[in-house]
């Protein structure tokens, strides 16, 4: 029977969410008395617990919404995207986790600055800086335009009521009450992804073996098409992007750089990267699962869905939540939800505000105090969370805002990977050199996706969006390195000048 209306009792549980994760970071409120506990808790958090944050934090709102719909719309083909992950996993613990745990206080971006220069630097954190804080807003937009459609409720109070409650457990509860959180979120996460496939196969006149077999059918269940095209997505693009997309995360994002550095020790560092990895990946499958057999439960149910839905596939899983998820278990899920948001936005608030005191505060302020490096910092996290919640009104009424954003990170971010490989796998590549290579891999950028637009490819090769950035690495790190043997011939970098 369908439901259509969110009830008292839903309402009440997700109020009770709220309330659970403002009441359980400020538990840590009284420990936040540097910089030290409020950014590394002291490097002693347990690795289960930072690898289960780090799988809340990658996993956001879009997630939970947008898998569902590719899969829903097209197949399962989208899923060759994490094929590579656990490779980009294993280089990371090989490479990156030993070089960050030893050479790095904070910032994911001091390495660049040790290798190439205080403009290497910048160029990193000013990347992360834009591409984050364009992504929360963002990402709190489409939450809040998802929750509204199925609640009725005002999207503007909804903005205001999550970006208001994430504000206040970061400010409060620093990266130990954020962690704490994300694992109490990571839960809630999957269990409603969980929930909701049991009640697609088991709530409808049909048995799970029916629609299972609808969906085989439709070839829903179609994981990998050879056919290769430049223009097109399909499996080649997907796996390459994969890699360069999760690698590039776990490499320059502080986010997760600074996860790598929470716990006391190398070998639990490493467990929270395989946890973490091992958890993207299941739920990247059960969200996908979750579109396709989605397809089967309203196909063999005609007019259960509205039509205008097959035309809006992100909006379907949430339209399933809304009207067939039974009372009670609809506010669990949509609290499920809420976590995928929440827990990355906070992430990004406590991680944006490292930067900008480990990156610039500290180096204006030499003399500064610990007291007013530790004010600065929880200062940071209510300017930036209320810029995000203004940013994200705006998009309601600039639609198109969320996709605008989306471009600009892929123009912004561009390259940053292969200046990181750069760093630490060539000796022979001088600032001058990976200077070069990130302005070719700019120029090549820019003229590939401007020149894509409305079909103009102004000679170039009319490349699927999706290959850009792994090219853009690919420039960077060729053109970096030999430059680097032309402009600077005979450069050998000091490993010392890392310490």
């Not at 259960?304 to 278990?329: C, M, N, R, S, W």
Request: charged letters at 15%; proline letters at 3%; one cysteine or more.
């Amino acid at each position: 029977m369908e439901k259509t209306v969110l009830t008292v009792f839903d309402a009440v549980i997700i109020i009770f969410y709220f309330v659970f994760i403002i009441w359980l970071a400020a538990r840590f409120r009284r420990r936040q008395k540097d910089t030290g506990h409020y950014f590394l808790a002291d490097k002693n958090l347990p690795g289960w617990a930072v690898g289960m944050s780090m799988f809340a934090t990658i996993i956001s709102s879009w997630s939970f919404v947008a898998l569902p719909g590719k899969a829903f719309k097209n197949d399962l083909q989208y899923l060759m995207v994490i094929s590579t992950l656990m490779l980009s996993a294993y280089l990371t613990a090989a490479y990156f986790i030993p070089l960050y745990r030893k050479k790095i206080k904070l910032s994911a971006y001091e390495f660049l600055e040790k290798r190439f220069g205080l403009t290497a630097r910048i160029y990193g954190n000013l990347a992360f800086l834009i591409v984050h804080f364009g992504k929360m807003s963002a990402i709190l937009y489409l939450l809040s335009m998802a929750v509204s459609s199925i609640t009725g409720w005002d999207i503007y109070l909804l903005i205001a009521s999550i970006g208001a409650a994430t504000i206040l457990y970061t400010y409060f509860g620093g990266i130990e009450g954020v962690v704490w959180s994300d694992v109490m979120q990571g839960i809630l996460l999957l269990a409603s992804g969980i929930i909701a496939l049991f009640f697609i196969l088991y709530s409808a006149p049909f048995t799970a073996d029916e629609i299972f077999n609808h969906a085989y059918t439709a070839g829903k269940f179609k994981l990998i098409s050879w056919e290769f095209s430049w223009g097109k997505p399909g499996f080649y693009v997907f796996v390459f992007f994969g890699f360069n997309y999760f690698f590039q995360k776990y490499v320059s994002d502080q986010t997760v750089v600074q996860r790598f550095l929470l716990s006391p020790t190398q070998k639990k560092a490493k467990t929270a990267l395989w946890l973490s990895s091992s958890i993207i990946i299941f739920v990247w499958i059960l969200f996908m699962s979750l579109g396709a057999l989605l397809w089967a439960f309203y196909d063999l149910q005609p007019g259960l869905l509205p039509e205008a839905f097959y035309k809006q596939p992100d909006a379907v899983f949430p339209y399933f939540i809304g009207h067939q998820i039974p009372t009670g278990l609809t506010g669990l899920i949509l609290s499920g939800l809420l976590a995928a948001t929440m827990s990355t936005l906070s992430s990004d608030l406590n991680s944006l505000s490292a930067i900008l005191l480990d990156d610039y505060y500290i180096k204006i302020r030499k003399n500064s105090t610990e007291k007013q490096q530790f004010i600065f910092s929880r200062t940071n996290v209510l300017i930036s969370g209320g810029l995000a919640v203004i940013l994200a009104m705006g998009m309601t009424e600039i639609k198109s805002m969320a996709d605008a954003a989306a471009n600009f990170v892929a123009l912004i971010a561009g390259g940053i990977l292969g200046m990181y490989l750069l760093g630490l796998f060539s000796k022979r590549c001088s600032p001058k050199g990976v200077y070069s290579g990130l302005v070719t891999g700019m120029v090549f950028i820019i003229w590939t996706y401007v020149g894509n637009q409305n079909g103009h490819h102004w000679g170039a090769i009319p490349l699927n969006t999706l290959w850009i950035g792994v090219f853009a690495n690919v420039i960077v790190l060729i053109t970096g390195y030999f430059s680097s043997r032309v402009l600077t011939p005979g450069y050998l970098y000091d490993e010392e000048k890392l310490n």
